[in-house]
């Protein structure tokens, strides 16, 4: 396990260390989070009124912060599969290291770059009028949340990093399957107000879950429609954990027999 660790912390560290060299590879984390903020809130914001808020920010930032996660998950993937294409996992093959950390290293870094888009939507989410009411009992809770789903994301994305040709493909996948999803989350307006068919869908979205315990954790605002949405956080923490025991098998099987191809 101590060999497992090092060699884990050393490839999570020569991951971060290629941001300096190739920085356009963090815009998703950095220029993304300023762009989306400022586009919903003083573009679409200046059109979308939410019945009972008076401050769109303050309904807007919590989901906008969770659907942002979800996004996450794409850069991973693009990251992943970019390793994969240009043959590091080769030379990663030839070195005595085990193979989980090789995996376990790239979703460290990757993780990394999520907790930096989190911070990022936080500062300028603050900046631009969001004023979250939570103690720091509650603020605790809701990054531990953010965290956790930041985690489950990272590792779906690496697995599905591993199953595509190359990185075009996986932000093309990516965004077919991620973006509707994000967007049926209830981020920008109540899944009540939508059709039949999308708001069966967006009450048990993983991202609805994560969006209604973003928004009640940060400001008190319940959902309802379904258990899901109810009782936010409790299923927000059921499904990143149902999220992990499936991708991390996954990925490390994927990887494995990927190598040994």
Do not use: K
Request: contains cysteine; charged residues 10%.
């Amino acid at each position: 396990m101590t060999a497992y660790a090092r060699e884990s912390l050393l490839l999570t560290f020569r991951s971060l260390r290629a941001i300096p060299r190739v920085p356009e590879r963090i815009l998703d984390v950095t220029i993304q989070p300023v762009v989306f903020i400022l586009l919903f809130r003083y573009v679409f914001g200046s059109a979308i009124h939410v019945p009972g808020i008076s401050n769109y920010s303050n309904y807007l930032m919590p989901g906008l912060i969770a659907q942002g996660l979800a996004f996450g998950m794409i850069g991973t993937g693009v990251a992943t599969s970019h390793d994969m294409a240009e043959g590091v996992l080769d030379r990663f093959r030839s070195m005595p290291v085990s193979r989980l950390s090789i995996v376990t290293g790239q979703v460290l870094g990757q993780f990394a770059e999520g907790v930096l888009g989190l911070a990022v939507y936080t500062v300028i989410g603050l900046v631009c009028g969001w004023r979250p009411s939570f103690g720091l009992a509650g603020a605790l809770e809701w990054v531990g949340l953010m965290l956790l789903g930041t985690f489950a994301f990272t590792w779906a994305g690496a697995y599905l990093g591993m199953l595509v040709r190359s990185p075009d493909a996986m932000q093309g996948i990516g965004f077919t399957v991620v973006f509707p999803l994000a967007f049926l989350g209830g981020a920008f307006v109540p899944i009540a107000g939508m059709d039949a068919i999308p708001r069966a869908i967006a009450q048990w979205d993983p991202i609805s879950a994560l969006v209604a315990a973003s928004r009640h954790l940060a400001d008190g605002t319940g959902s309802s429609g379904s258990w899901l949405l109810s009782h936010g956080e409790l299923a927000m923490v059921i499904w990143s954990l149902l999220m992990l025991a499936i991708f991390i098998p996954l990925a490390l099987r994927r990887f494995n027999n990927t190598v040994s191809a």
